[in-house]
Structures are given as structure tokens and as C-alpha cells.
């Protein structure tokens, strides 16, 4: 059954007017459309408190700042809230962003059902990842899915894993050499394991400790 309530969350014209199209041809009646994260949430708010809550979501990541001063400044930022306001709603994220890294973490963190990245066909996309989300599926272009497998192919040693499992222990980097030497694990040293760290995360695409760990505990590593 296709999405009834859609919110469309998007401060460029010209990408809405693709959405607008796409939502047309798949004769969703009376989308609403917001330029500010601010306005979609409160928009959110409304709806669950008279009963009528939005079926679908979709956003973009990026908003320009203007002389409209915003609390929820973001795409990502605005998902988590909505999540928090309506746990079961779904999200179709509509942007430029192209990095492995951050729609990894979209999925993993925010529960994302959808993505579709602006492009030279993306009205194709659009329709074909509103339809999968409406039928209770996910959807990620496949082009989106190489990184990952490739990134999955890293070989973590016993100490890759140590190092990384007391991270997500809480246990804070700088104090990782006192219980590797407690543990007769070598190397120790600080410098050490940062730099390995950094060696892990440069191969896995990844800029946080966060998301390393994140993408261990989804495949089962630590």
C-alpha cells in the first residue's frame, strides 16, 4: 500500500520539483513540503497529536544557513529527533552526500529506510526507493553497497580487536596501555595504538573511533 502522509524536507527548489514529480507519478495526494528542519519537526508534532501521523519522511542532510535562525540545523539532526517524537516513522534520505562512512552511519544509528543520492537519475531512484520502503523494504542503491563489502574484507587481528572491544568498553584511549600491560600485550604504547587505529580506520574509510566501533559490533567483530 503506497505512503498516504508524506513531508518533504528540502531548502533547494530545483531538487523539489523532482520530488514533487515522483510524487505525482505515484499518485501520492497532498505531500507537504518544508524548506526548514525546524518547520518539519514541529510539522511532525502536530500530526501525532491530532492522530494523524506522516507515513514517510524524506530529507535532505544539508540546509543553508539564512537569517532564519534554526535549532535543528541538519538532516541528521532532524531524523533523530523525528525518531524520537514517532519511532515508527520512515525515512527516505535524499542528498549529495556520497560518503560510505556517513550513510553507514545513517543506517546503523538513525535506522534510515532509504537512500538515494542526487544525481543524473536520481527521479528513477526515487520512485524506485519510495516504492521498496512502502512494501515494508529497504533501499540502497547497489552502487552504495561496493564500499562496504570492500571495507569488509579488513583482516582484524586478536589486538585490532582488544584494543577496539575496550573502546567500546568505555575505556578511554589514553588509558589503553595500562591494561594491555597488565595483559602482557604487546605493543603497548600509546603511539602505538593510535597508530593502528588510524591504520584500521583509514582502510575502513572511517574518521571516528565511534564509527569503527559501530561498524565492529554490526559485523559481529568485538
Given at each position: ?155 582484524f587481528t586478536n589486538y585490532d580487536t582488544t584494543i577496539i572491544a575496550l573502546l567500546a568498553n568505555g575505556v578511554k584511549q589514553k588509558e589503553i596501555p595500562e591494561y594491555l600491560q597488565d595483559q602482557d600485550i604487546k605493543p ?35
Open positions: 500500500m503506497m505512503f498516504e502522509r508524506v513531508l518533504i524536507a528540502e531548502d533547494q527548489e530545483s531538487t523539489s520539483i523532482s520530488v514533487r514529480k515522483t510524487i505525482e507519478d505515484l499518485n501520492i495526494e497532498d505531500p507537504e513540503y518544508v524548506f526548514y528542519c525546524d518547520d518539519a519537526f514541529a510539522r511532525i508534532q502536530k500530526a501525532n497529536k491530532i492522530g494523524q501521523p506522516y507515513d514517510l519522511l524524506i530529507t535532505d542532510l544539508s540546509f543553508e544557513e539564512d537569517h532564519y535562525i534554526q535549532k535543528i540545523v541538519d538532516g541528521a539532526a532532524l531524523i533523530r529527533a523525528a525518531k524520537d517524537e514517532q519511532p515508527g516513522l520512515k525515512v527516505l534520505v535524499f542528498s549529495a552526500e556520497g560518503n560510505p562512512a556517513v550513510i553507514d552511519a545513517l543506517i546503523k544509528d538513525l535506522g534510515i529506510n532509504g537512500y538515494v543520492r542526487k544525481a543524473r537519475h536520481d527521479a528513477k531512484e526515487l520512485r524506485l526507493a519510495i516504492e521498496a520502503i512502502a512494501k515494508g523494504n529497504r533501499y540502497f542503491p547497489a552502487q552504495m553497497k561496493v564500499p562496504i563489502k570492500e571495507r569488509n574484507t579488513y583482516d603497548s604504547g600509546l603511539s602505538s595504538i593510535e597508530k593502528r587505529l588510524n591504520l584500521i580506520r583509514d582502510v575502513l574509510g572511517f574518521s571516528t573511533n565511534e564509527q569503527l566501533i559501530a561498524y565492529c559490533k554490526d559485523f559481529k567483530i568485538i
